[in-house]
């Protein structure tokens, strides 16, 4: 019996993208749906999270998500653009956010088609595997392409059908809090919430006591 977890994610999340390849090869290895439910990132739900944290919270998340990457040998680099327009110094996030709503709204249009997992994980390898001008030229169509999906597609239904794509991704939010956390990545099976990439072999040892098998 296939089972399914949610994946609650999100495309300016480092430790996201650091957790994707793992849990997108544990749905091809094992009898295992995951359907990834795209958020915002907290930069447009909670604008003054970053003035609220730790003055150390920057530098030691550079720190950990970098060595993260380098134990799992997973290619990293910072994100060229960065999904969220912020200045850095400032901590400020910027009224206009041409990247981030297309990023995620497209994510959703994904999980409608049921192709979620392969299509941010083909787009996060851009935005955070090093790739500059990830938005430019034919990256994300490429991406898309190698999730099954068309580019103009999504970006058309995007487009035309945003405010229902808000409702839905609203809606994962409001799913993942009712789990039980608030952060990405967090897996959720069977009601239980399995929060950061350094939880992925906790997950999948809980779905093996409910029956996980290998392909």
Request: aromatic share 10%.
């Amino acid at each position: 019996m296939t089972l399914t977890a949610d994946l609650f994610w999100s495309f300016r999340s480092p430790y996201s993208y650091l957790a994707i390849a793992r849990y997108r090869a544990l749905a091809a290895s094992h009898d295992l749906a995951i359907n990834l439910r795209p958020v915002y990132p907290l930069a447009i739900r909670q604008p003054d999270f970053f003035d609220r944290n730790h003055p150390n919270w920057l530098s030691y998340t550079m720190r950990d998500m970098i060595r993260v990457a380098q134990f799992h040998g997973i290619p990293f680099g910072p994100p060229r653009p960065d999904p969220i327009v912020q200045d850095m110094m400032t901590r400020e996030i910027a009224a206009e956010q041409p990247y981030i709503y297309r990023l995620t709204r497209l994510g959703q249009a994904a999980s409608r088609r049921g192709k979620s997992l392969a299509f941010a994980h083909e787009t996060a390898q851009l935005i955070w595997g090093g790739a500059r001008d990830w938005h430019l030229g034919d990256h994300l169509a490429g991406a898309a392409q190698r999730a099954g999906l068309d580019l103009a597609e999504l970006d058309a239904e995007a487009e035309k059908d945003a405010q229902t794509l808000d409702n839905e991704i609203a809606a994962n939010q409001i799913a993942l809090e009712m789990a039980g956390h608030w952060g990405v990545p967090t897996l959720v099976f069977e009601g239980e919430p399995f929060f950061g990439q350094d939880r992925i072999e906790m997950a999948k040892w809980r779905m093996e006591q409910k029956g996980l098998r290998p392909r």
